[in-house]
């Protein structure tokens, strides 16, 4: 049974340019989660979603950031006019229902020259 | 709001002995899962113990034990035998079952496993 998939696992970026970040869950997941890890820090909630819905998108930024969940295909993590300060780890979750354990991605490392 | 506390930003052990790392949590709500993930260098998030709240026994997995004081809102994990493998970041992580799916973090320990 593959885990949660994310790629790439590298990203290069310069500022101004857009970052599109995907997640392919766990075979049976249906519940998909963003966190942004800054260097030295844990982890910050970003945006829960289910196909075709956003649930909780609290701690998204109000701008530039956006997250989708199709019907089909992985969940994309989208960042517009990337800055140096969005450098950081994005870890990606999922979970077969709600309030059940997140299990994790690898994560996508971008770095915004 | 919910917080999650590390207060050991860093710890070390010899190998095969045993260490405890701490966590305090700070909510309203009664139901709830608590968790230890673990972060090697590979900086995957490993997730090594789950605590559900309603729950007087503390959970084990091989290892690894956690010591749930639910008055206290203390959750500590025990790594027991340490390995040179357990070297890594430990982030505590707390999750409200009924609202806000939402895991939030502490700021995690490192671990340094002395040979």
Not at chain 1, 19 to 32: D, E, N, Q, W, Y
Not at chain 2, 30 to 40: G, N
């Amino acid at each position: 049974n593959a885990g949660v998939m994310q790629n790439p696992r590298h990203l290069v970026r310069r500022r101004g340019q857009e970052a599109r970040l995907r997640c392919s869950p766990m075979k049976g997941h249906s519940h998909v989660y963003w966190y942004r890890q800054l260097p030295e820090e844990g982890l910050k909630f970003m945006v829960y979603l289910q196909k075709e819905n956003i649930i909780d998108e609290s701690g998204m930024p109000k701008e530039r950031f956006s997250a989708e969940f199709p019907k089909e295909g992985p969940s994309i993590l989208r960042i517009q006019q990337v800055v140096r300060g969005d450098s950081a780890a994005y870890f990606c979750a999922s979970s077969p229902e709600t309030g059940e354990t997140q299990y994790f991605g690898p994560g996508t490392r971008l770095l915004v020259l | 709001a919910q917080t999650v506390t590390q207060s050991q930003p860093e710890m070390s052990v010899q190998e095969a002995e045993t260490v405890t790392l701490s966590c305090t949590y700070d909510t309203s709500e009664s139901d709830y899962y608590l968790f230890w993930y673990k972060q090697p260098p590979s900086r995957q998030m490993i997730l090594v113990i789950r605590q559900e709240a309603y729950k007087q026994q503390n959970a084990t997995e091989n290892r690894f034990s956690v010591n749930f004081q639910k008055a206290a809102k203390s959750f500590s994990l025990k790594i027991s035998d340490s390995q040179l493998g357990d070297a890594a970041m430990y982030f505590c992580a707390y999750n409200w079952i009924q609202g806000a799916q939402k895991l939030v973090f502490g700021q995690g320990t490192r671990l340094t496993i002395n040979p």
